[in-house]
């Protein structure tokens, strides 16, 4: 039976685990609030941004689109881009992502698979496995800024445009609140002509482009490509903080309860040790008066 001393030691300890938690909990609160105001401050130019390019599309027909990241191959290339944290204590966003991850790369028809994974957790698991790692990125997401989306999807477009890959997919996880993180799976490459033409035929509006539409849409595609990466960057950002304050609250509630039954437990050793005190004092008082009496 664990001691009085035993019993204190494991409450100083739970209490220490506690500090932790809280203190966890309310670092990932404010990364939440500001990761959340970016990706609010992003969606009126991604809005825009695809509703120029379904406006580009549609106008011109689809038989009309001639850029090379609209094509359609045939080819069993496919790269997949695998998008997690670099730490953990944030409950199942890592493991929910590698599952997804895993389960989409053994069901993948096609013959040549590689990956790029983008956070610790999916490079040190990946890099266990027998699967080819073309590039990793960690390091980043304390300062996670533009540059490093689009440094990531000119690395992808060089590879698509020079014949390297035939499709490219991103997998992370969008943000959805607090509580829920959910892993999706999107086609970055090549831009699937059904997101170009997002705009609904009667809706689109007839404007007219300077120089020409071809122009605005050799610029405007790779601009969609980054800004799809740097979204995708920003919803895992913003998962993992509400993965980890959810995960740090849960931490912070158990290790209160932990400390309540300790305590229970403390207080009932602790009556016990009395109570077998003060009987061996009953006792011993009771066999004096016994001795002096005969």
Do not use: C
């Not at 992370?172 to 086609?187: D, G, K, T």
């Not at 304050?245 to 912070?252: L, Q, V």
């Not at 209160?256 to 229970?264: P, R, T, V």
């Amino acid at each position: 039976m664990a001691t009085l001393r035993d019993i204190q030691r494991r409450i100083r300890s739970v209490q220490s685990t506690q500090k932790i938690t809280r203190a966890m909990k309310l670092v990932a609160a404010a990364k939440l609030r500001r990761a959340q105001e970016r990706i609010i401050s992003a969606r009126p130019y991604a809005t825009k941004m695809a509703e120029l390019l379904g406006n580009l599309v549609s106008g011109q027909g689809s038989e009309g689109v001639a850029h090379p990241l609209l094509e359609q191959r045939e080819g069993p290339r496919r790269q997949i881009v695998i998008i997690t944290a670099d730490k953990g204590l944030a409950g199942a966003f890592n493991s929910n992502i590698i599952r997804r991850s895993l389960e989409f790369v053994r069901t993948s028809n096609a013959t040549e698979v590689t990956l790029v994974v983008v956070g610790r957790k999916a490079r040190d698991f990946y890099r266990r496995r027998q699967f080819t790692i073309k590039r990793d990125m960690i390091g980043f997401w304390d300062k996670l800024a533009y540059s490093h989306a689009q440094e990531l999807a000119d690395y992808f477009m060089a590879q698509y445009l020079e014949g390297e890959v035939d499709e490219v997919h991103l997998i992370y996880n969008e943000f959805r609140s607090v509580a829920v993180q959910r892993p999706v799976r999107v086609q970055l490459l090549p831009i699937p002509k059904t997101e170009a033409a997002t705009t609904q035929p009667e809706a689109a509006v007839d404007y007219i482009y300077e120089p020409s539409p071809e122009a605005i849409l050799g610029d405007l595609l790779p601009r969609h490509v980054r800004m799809q990466v740097y979204r995708a960057l920003m919803e895992s950002l913003a998962g993992e903080y509400g993965a980890r304050m959810t995960a740090m609250e849960a931490a912070t509630k158990a290790a209160k309860d932990m400390i309540n039954i300790l305590s229970i437990q403390y207080n009932k050793a602790r009556q016990e040790k009395i109570t077998k005190e003060l009987l061996d004092i009953v006792g011993g008082a009771e066999a004096l008066k016994q001795g002096a009496e005969a």
